[in-house]
């Protein structure tokens, strides 16, 4: 809903001040709109410029009408470093046990792999490569270093050289020698030719009637009598096809699908469900669990799928819907408890970096917390661009009259009711990823190469004003301050 804000307002307890036209550097403003040309209105909330180019601004911001943007907003990826120069957003080396296996940098680097074995792929059943084959260098049907199995040799008879059909070791004589006792432990032994099997050719890479051919008029390439050993093809859960004398699936039964490659057959059980989720299945049975997803931990949700971002303002593990506990081990994002209000200054933002470290992640950037706060629609509000005032915890929420009829005189006579509220207590106060609360109850730390403070608490005097996503408590020293982590 659209609200009219009132001219004036009387500071409480975020002192901004009164406005009046004009946006000189020592009046108040809400926006531009209250400013002459060409000064706008800061985040501080009063008038001035930021820049006249983009050298002025710092960390490579961008300066567009005298007003300094951050750079490569919501510039991150998944389980890798974001790199921002000069305004342009790219993709730097991945977090350890993660690799980018598809080569594309909207999902980051999304395969979760530590290289094995030197990166080098070998026969192990492994992804030693992490490139999401396994033992794809190899075919145990047809290498006679890993014949059926890997690590599997397949002997070397004398004046013979071994071969894999069909996962089953043989040999081949070569030219000049034949094995006419059929007997492997001595090999090749004969140096003449001497009629075998009656002298019927029979597939079995023999000269078996002396004719100078070997295993003629055979065939060699259906299913039935595939490659030089005429090899009957049984692949486990498939229909097989012969290729180049090679037993291969052809396609997979019902219920089953073939994610390894040095095994033969379709030997992983997998039934389709739908599009891959984040549920540790194969949902779309393309051998990948919760492939391109990025799967947030409990309490945290996914922004954008390029980061997770806790639900819930931090609190402490033992924090209920009326203390806010004494464990200070770490935070935990969890609803309807009393969050953690860390103070204000460089202490209190310190205390926010710990918890979020000891709980395994970090505090959010702020162009990760702008990103989560206005959408991708780039609202003022996580829930909109018009002030709602009663939908989030500010001084709004308990007026007897909210907003209109909220005044100094209301604050003297005690309708306004200060009151920090357990996490997500407010259903309303969410955007568009399933954050609750960005905007009022506490001030948040981020992190922007030092401490600052954003969104807004439950005793603003001015929740239209300080609770837009944009503005930024620079000085930090507001004590209504809580936090919430990413990773």
Not at 326 to 343: H, K, L, Y
């Amino acid at each position: 809903m659209t609200i009219s804000i009132p001219s004036t307002r009387l500071a409480v307890a975020c002192l901004i001040g009164a406005f009046a036209a004009g946006c000189g550097v020592d009046r108040k403003c809400r926006s531009d709109d209250d400013c002459d040309a060409p000064r706008v209105c800061l985040s501080s909330g009063v008038g001035g410029i930021e820049g006249r180019v983009d050298e002025d601004c710092a960390d490579d911001g961008a300066c567009v009408s005298h007003r300094c943007t951050a750079a490569c907003l919501g510039c991150s990826f998944t389980h890798a470093q974001a790199l921002c120069v000069h305004g342009d957003c790219s993709m730097g080396p991945c977090q350890e046990g993660f690799t980018d296996a598809n080569g594309l940098t909207g999902d980051g680097c999304e395969y979760a792999c530590t290289p094995t074995a030197g990166g080098v792929e070998i026969c192990d059943h492994l992804d030693n490569d992490c490139d999401r084959g396994v033992d794809e260098d190899f075919d145990v049907m047809a290498d006679p270093l890993n014949c059926g199995e890997c690590d599997v040799v397949c002997p070397d008879p004398r004046n013979a050289r071994p071969v894999c059909s069909g996962g089953l070791c043989r040999y081949v004589c070569d030219d000049g020698y034949w094995d006419t006792n059929l007997d492997p432990v001595d090999g090749c032994e004969d140096e003449t030719c001497e009629v075998t099997g009656g002298g019927v050719e029979t597939c079995d890479m023999i000269d078996n009637d002396c004719d100078g051919d070997v295993d003629e008029g055979i065939e060699k390439d259906t299913p039935e009598s595939c490659g030089d050993f005429c090899v009957q093809c049984d692949l486990p859960f498939a229909e097989p096809a012969c290729v180049a004398g090679v037993c291969r699936v052809s396609s997979c039964h019902a219920g089953h699908i073939d994610c390894e490659t040095s095994s033969p057959g379709c030997e992983t059980a997998c039934t389709p469900t739908g599009e891959e989720v984040c549920d540790l299945m194969d949902n779309d049975c393309n051998c990948l669990v919760d492939d391109s997803l990025l799967c947030c931990p409990e309490g945290m949700v996914s922004i954008n799928g390029l980061f997770c971002m806790d639900a819930y303002e931090a609190s402490r593990p033992d924090a209920t819907a009326t203390t806010s506990g004494a464990d200070t081990s770490m935070a935990v994002s969890q609803p309807i408890v009393m969050p953690w209000v860390t103070g204000s200054g460089v202490a209190g933002w310190q205390i926010a970096r710990d918890a979020c470290a000891a709980a395994g992640k970090r505090l959010c950037t702020l162009s990760e917390w702008l990103l989560a706060c206005q959408g991708p629609a780039e609202t003022t509000y996580c829930y909109g661009s018009d002030y709602d005032p009663v939908i989030c915890n500010g001084i709004d929420a308990h007026c007897e009259t909210p907003y209109a009829g909220c005044g100094h005189d209301d604050y003297l006579s005690g309708i306004y009711h200060f009151i920090l509220e357990p996490t997500g207590s407010f259903e309303s106060c969410v955007d568009t990823f399933g954050v609750y609360d960005i905007n009022s109850n506490l001030w948040e730390w981020v992190d922007n190469g030092g401490a600052s403070q954003h969104g807004g608490a439950y005793n603003c005097s001015d929740s239209a004003f300080l609770h837009q996503c944009t503005f930024t408590s620079t000085g930090a020293t507001r004590p209504a301050a809580g936090f919430r982590c990413c990773m």
